[in-house]
């Protein structure tokens, strides 16, 4: 064998771009890098966020050369469904394999109308907040802006929902799975913005929701590139408690946190957004009648509303969910404070979906939270729609 031909048998082959992650502006770069129109892209978005087509042999508005060309450099590829667990209440969670092995979770939860999906951003997440499960794993590693839209692209596979018609599969996103999106900032921000973007999956930017448990430099910038809406991970009325269980308190204490999320949606054009404050209810660590009225305190003339989780416990956790009562006399203080206050129920429990974060109906019951600050709170709590 020749040195060269040697070569050519030990390459790797050159990798191919995986196009599923692609926002419509990379996508139009793409094409014009390889000579061609610009509005290939959206032939091509239309094909993959859509009809669900991965196979560019399938793409028949593309000439025969041009899928040829992309079969060669492109793909696209989601991620790997490794488990999928339905709920007796409709909820369906995916155990998803990503590249090296590891896992991670999306979890889908209908709801009347609307169905919500729980994306995940990393593998893992560094932040160590201590009544979380996703922490005591320890940061593996950010994924792609594809592995992020992928699991939306997944979720809308497995119904077979591609216009078949039968109404949409996900009409909400929350970015509350595993990870910290705001240490993910390029991935995410290429992911939501597919997620909103009519060529794609076309969702309101209402009703997709970044949280964050505080990361304030990536906040303060968000708004440049995202207007979607904001939840917060608050869990305590004060810097002393939130330094202990959300470690990142220490480098950005709240008062920071809070200025950074008013900037954040002070910035967008829609001046009715509010920031969601979340609350996880720890047992005997933050629930007391003292704690909410504290709370009550800090948000004085905060623009937001508040959304309780009772802690969904795991092995190990060290820390208990509240009784039902507690969590009662935790809402009707801030119902009595004149706050729009939800409360999370737990779904999936029999699937285990309630691990913590990827749990919740995150639905929005503004309408019902406003009843009960005109009748000071006289219906039911904890009923669901
Ligand atoms: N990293 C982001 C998003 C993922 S967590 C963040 O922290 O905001 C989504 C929400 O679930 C956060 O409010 C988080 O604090 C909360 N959470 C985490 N573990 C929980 C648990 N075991 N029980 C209840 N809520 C939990
Ligand atoms: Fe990370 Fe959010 Fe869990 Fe904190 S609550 S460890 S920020 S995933």
Wanted: glycine content about 8%; hydrophobic content about 40%; overall charge negative.
């Amino acid at each position: 064998m020749t040195a060269p031909q040697q070569l050519i048998a030990t390459a790797a082959p050159a990798a191919r771009v995986n196009l599923l992650g692609l926002t419509r502006v990379q996508l139009e770069a793409f094409f014009s890098d390889l000579g061609e129109k610009r509005f290939r892209a959206q032939q091509v978005m239309k094909w993959i966020h859509h009809r669900g087509v991965r196979d560019f042999a399938d793409m028949t508005d593309l000439s025969q050369s041009l899928r040829e060309t992309l079969r060669d450099i492109a793909e696209i590829t989601p991620p790997v469904i490794a488990e999928q667990q339905d709920s007796v209440d409709g909820t369906r969670k995916w155990a998803i394999a990503v590249e090296g092995g590891s896992l991670v979770e999306a979890v889908l939860i209908p709801e009347g109308d609307r169905a919500t999906l729980c994306v995940s951003s990393q593998v893992g997440c560094s932040l160590d907040c201590t009544f979380c499960s996703t922490g005591k794993q320890g940061f593996q590693r950010d994924l792609t802006a594809a592995e992020i839209i992928g699991q939306v692209w997944l979720a809308i596979n497995s119904y077979d929902g591609w216009q078949s018609g039968k109404g949409r599969v996900v009409t909400n996103v929350v970015m509350m799975g595993m990870g910290e999106p705001l240490l993910n900032f390029d991935n995410v921000v290429a992911a939501m913005n597919l997620m909103c973007d009519d060529l794609a999956y076309g969702l309101s930017k209402r009703k997709v929701t970044l949280s964050t448990s505080g990361v304030v430099p990536n906040l303060d910038r968000l708004a440049d590139w995202a207007d979607v809406s904001l939840a917060v991970s608050l869990h305590a009325p004060n810097d002393a408690l939130r330094d202990q269980i959300v470690p990142i308190n220490r480098k950005y204490p709240i008062a920071r946190l809070l200025q950074s999320a008013r900037a954040y949606i002070d910035a967008q054009p829609d001046k009715k957004r509010v920031v969601t404050i979340e609350y996880t209810l720890l047992a005997g660590v933050n629930d007391s009648v003292a704690q909410a009225e504290e709370l009550a305190a800090l948000l004085k003339d905060y623009p937001c509303k508040i959304n309780l989780i009772p802690f969904n416990d795991f092995p190990d956790s060290g820390y208990q969910r509240p009784s039902g009562n507690a969590v009662s006399r935790f809402w009707q203080v801030l119902i009595d404070a004149g706050f729009v206050v939800t409360v999370r129920t737990t779904r999936g429990d029999d699937i285990d979906a309630a691990c913590g974060q990827l749990v919740g109906e995150v639905v929005d019951r503004t309408r019902r939270s406003a009843r009960h600050r005109a009748g000071r709170g006289s219906q039911s709590l904890l009923q669901s729609d």
